[in-house]
């Protein structure tokens, strides 16, 4: 990914304009930004601006993404920081930078913009600069950060643009709620329309087997074996934190521990999925139906949610006439809430499949109590 980044081939050209990376939330997102990526990134020699949108929810997103500019310039400036430091080759004085503007007043009324500040920085320094912004999506609940994406935009427009420019700059948009991240890209509305979206995938077994290699140069822990420990860690919806929990909770046990894991591992997905259902409800029985009809229907997802069968069915199980409007409305509600997700136009999905699998898993054994 950094290579594509900072040295795109033809082909790749496209993540100049952006690139929005999504994934269901506590899946190790933000973990490899800052021990993965970020290293990888300044070992090929850009400087990277990390902003996290949910380090303080009660500040504005240009706020925060201003201040991490400040800081990042300030280093440039100050002489002996360790930007300078991995930068010295360049000659750029005992004294730092000097810019034209003054930082504190970046993003301000009477200050520099975003693009000014960058593009000098850029072309002053000759390097890439990379803006990763985390939890992206909180940008879209205010007219601020409506307004800071615009001025990203132009900002990678004022850098990008230039004909003879001396460095890129890149801008990596990360977040945990899928449906929005999308849109951030693909609605015309959006500033960054056209740019580049991915998907961040779960970690699999090749990272269960660097745990347990990890762990097993420790003397006297309890470990289940691959297999087992691999299937536990697919049943709590590949979450890392998930995995170390159950594996410290397996040290308590005196039963098998190949006997033993698989159970922690249900309880563990069956707690954690009891927090994420607790807003379905919010959305009452017409939400509750609607999420199964979702949840229960093929994999890719699910079509035809305001058509007549759709709505007869609705209606018979809330007892209720229900109309198209306020199945709109309520799919609207629900992929806020990033209980559900569009896969594509007019088609929905469970926004986190492990939500899926434990609901699933629930109604049929609800259903087997009630035949028995």
């Not at 069968?309 to 209720?320: G, I, K, M, N, Y």
């Not at 806020?336 to 939500?355: C, E, K, M, Q, W």
Request: hydrophobic letters at 45%; one cysteine or more.
């Amino acid at each position: 990914m950094a290579q594509q980044l900072l040295y795109p081939t033809a082909f790749q050209l496209n993540v100049r304009s952006g690139v929005f990376l999504s994934g269901i939330r506590r899946i190790g997102k933000t973990t490899f930004l800052k021990q993965d990526l970020i290293p990888a990134l300044e070992a090929q020699g850009a400087v990277v601006i990390y902003v996290d949108l949910w380090a303080d929810r009660s500040r504005l997103p240009s706020a925060l993404v201003n201040e991490a500019i400040q800081q990042t310039l300030t280093q440039f400036k100050t002489p002996g920081s360790d930007l300078l430091e991995r930068f010295k080759s360049m000659n750029f004085g005992a004294a730092g930078m000097t810019f034209g503007f003054q930082l504190e007043r970046i993003g301000t009324p009477h200050g520099a913009s975003i693009a000014q500040a960058l593009s000098e920085l850029i072309d002053k320094a000759g390097i890439s600069v990379v803006l990763i912004v985390d939890e992206v999506q909180q940008a879209l609940v205010t007219d601020d950060g409506y307004n800071l994406m615009h001025a990203l935009k132009a900002a990678r427009d004022a850098v990008n643009s230039k004909p003879d420019g001396r460095g890129h700059l890149l801008f990596l948009g990360t977040g945990s709620h899928k449906s929005l991240v999308t849109d951030m890209a693909t609605r015309r509305s959006q500033p960054f329309m056209g740019a580049v979206t991915t998907t961040y995938e779960p970690l699999a077994g090749d990272f269960v087997v660097w745990k347990l290699k990890q762990l097993s140069s420790a003397h006297e822990l309890i470990l289940a074996s691959q297999s087992v420990t691999y299937e536990g860690f697919k049943a709590m919806g590949n979450r890392p934190e998930e995995l170390l929990k159950a594996l410290v909770q397996l040290q308590t046990t005196k039963v098998d521990p190949d006997q033993a894991f698989p159970i922690i591992c249900a309880t563990l997905a069956s707690a954690a999925a009891d927090v994420e259902l607790q807003t379905l409800d919010e959305f009452g029985a017409l939400g509750e139906a609607l999420f199964e009809r979702i949840a229960t229907g093929p994999e890719t997802g699910v079509t035809g949610l305001y058509g007549v069968d759709s709505l007869e069915a609705f209606t018979q199980t809330v007892h209720a006439l229900v109309e198209a409007n306020q199945i709109q409305n309520l799919v609207e509600k629900m992929i806020a809430a990033n209980l559900i997700t569009r896969s594509g136009h007019g088609v929905y999905v469970v926004a986190d499949p492990f939500i899926r699998k434990v609901w699933l898993s629930r109604k049929s054994l609800e259903t087997s109590l009630v035949k028995s």
